[in-house]
C-alpha cells in the first residue's frame, strides 16, 4: 500500500482486493499506478463510474491487444530473429505510430526504452480517455479527507482509491533467516532453485513479457526431473545464479518490479535444454 501525507476518508483498497466494479457505481475512483492492473482496474470501473482517474508517476508503453489483425505477443515473435535492441526501437516506433503522442492524452511519456519495463497490454485505457470516461493524473501529492491533492495542485474529491501499486515478495510462512527476498534481487537459478535449501522449488515467482503458465509448468517438468534423479543442479549454481541477476539489472528497468522479470523465449529456451540435459 502507498503511504502519502494526511488521511483519506473514503474507501482505499489495494487491487489484490478488487473483485468486481459493481460497488463502484455512480462514485468517483481514483486509481494509483501504471501497469496492467492498475489500467485494467480503471477501463472497467470507468464502464459504472461517476468519474474515474488515473495517477501515474511515470510514463508506460501501452500494447494494445491486436496489431496489424495478430495478437501483439504473435506479431513480437516473428521479429524474435532481430536482435532484441533494434526490436525495442521497431516495436516504439510502431506502437508511437498506432498510439500517437501519449502525451496529448494527458499521460507522461515513457522514460524507459521498450521491453527495458513490463509491457502494458491494454486496447481501452487510451480510447477510454479519448472519449472523457478516464481522466490522467499526476502523481498523489496529499490526502485531506475526501480531497486528494495531485503534484500539479489539483484538488479533486474521491469516494474511493484503488491502489493498484503492485507487491513485496514476502513468505510469512518461512522464518526470514531462511528465506527473504523482500529487499533485493531474488537468488534462485532458473527462478526456482535456492542454492543451499535441498528439496524448497519456487514455480512461478517470476514475471515474464509474456506468458507465465507455460514456463511454469516447464519449471515443474523440471523440478519432477530433479527429484527423480534425472537431473542434477549445476556445482557452479552460486554464479550462474549472479549471472541471472546481472543480466535482470542490465536487460530491464530498476525497479523492485522487475527483480523477477524474464524475456519469455529466452527464458523457455534454457528451460527446455536444462529439462533435456542429461543428469551426469
Given at each position: 500500500m502507498p503511504s502519502y501525507p494526511g488521511e483519506f476518508a473514503g474507501r482505499f483498497l489495494h487491487s489484490h482486493d478488487f473483485k468486481s466494479a459493481a460497488?463502484?457505481?455512480?462514485?468517483?475512483?481514483?486509481?494509483?499506478?501504471?501497469?496492467?492492473?492498475?489500467?485494467?482496474?480503471?477501463?472497467?470501473?470507468?464502464?459504472?463510474?461517476?468519474?474515474t482517474g488515473i495517477s501515474m508517476r511515470r510514463g508506460y508503453h501501452f500494447v494494445p491487444k491486436f496489431l496489424f489483425g495478430v495478437p501483439s505477443d504473435t506479431l513480437h515473435e516473428r521479429?524474435?530473429?532481430?536482435?532484441?535492441?533494434?526490436?525495442?526501437?521497431?516495436?516504439?516506433?510502431?506502437?508511437?505510430?498506432?498510439?500517437?503522442?501519449?502525451?496529448?492524452?494527458?499521460?507522461?511519456?515513457?522514460?524507459?526504452?521498450?521491453?527495458?519495463?513490463?509491457?502494458?497490454?491494454?486496447?481501452?485505457?487510451?480510447?477510454?480517455?479519448?472519449?472523457?470516461?478516464?481522466?490522467?493524473?499526476?502523481?498523489?501529492?496529499?490526502?485531506?479527507?475526501?480531497?486528494v491533492r495531485f503534484t500539479d495542485g489539483r484538488v479533486e474529491t474521491y469516494d474511493a482509491i484503488i491502489a493498484a501499486t503492485g507487491f513485496r515478495i514476502t513468505f510469512p510462512f518461512f522464518d526470514r533467516s531462511l528465506v527473504d527476498f523482500s529487499?533485493?534481487?531474488?537468488?534462485?537459478?532458473?527462478?526456482?532453485?535456492?542454492?543451499?535449501?535441498?528439496?524448497?522449488?519456487?514455480?512461478?515467482?517470476f514475471q515474464p513479457i509474456g506468458c507465465i503458465w507455460p514456463l511454469a509448468e516447464l519449471q515443474s517438468r523440471l523440478v519432477a526431473r530433479l527429484i527423480r534423479g534425472e537431473y542434477r543442479?549445476?556445482?557452479?549454481?552460486?554464479?550462474?545464479?549472479?549471472q541471472e541477476i546481472d543480466q535482470i539489472r542490465r536487460t530491464f528497468a530498476d525497479t523492485p518490479r522487475h527483480s523477477v522479470e524474464v524475456d519469455y523465449h529466452p527464458f523457455r529456451e534454457r528451460l527446455l535444454r536444462e529439462i533435456e540435459r542429461v543428469a551426469l
Open positions: 460497488p463502484f457505481a455512480d462514485q468517483r475512483v481514483l486509481v494509483i499506478g501504471g501497469g496492467n492492473s492498475a489500467c485494467d482496474i480503471a477501463v472497467e470501473t470507468a464502464r459504472v463510474s461517476r468519474f521479429f524474435l530473429f532481430v536482435p532484441r535492441r533494434l526490436r525495442a526501437r521497431l516495436f516504439e516506433l510502431v506502437l508511437r505510430l498506432h498510439n500517437g503522442d501519449l502525451a496529448r492524452y494527458g499521460l507522461p511519456r515513457p522514460d524507459h526504452p521498450f521491453l527495458s519495463s513490463h509491457p502494458v497490454v491494454n486496447s481501452e485505457l487510451l480510447y477510454f480517455i479519448r472519449h472523457g470516461r478516464i481522466h490522467p493524473r499526476p502523481d498523489v501529492a496529499r490526502l485531506d479527507g475526501s480531497e529487499k533485493g534481487p531474488v537468488p534462485l537459478y532458473l527462478r526456482v532453485f535456492p542454492p543451499r535449501l535441498p528439496g524448497l522449488y519456487f514455480i512461478g515467482l543442479l549445476p556445482p557452479d549454481i552460486d554464479e550462474r545464479i549472479a
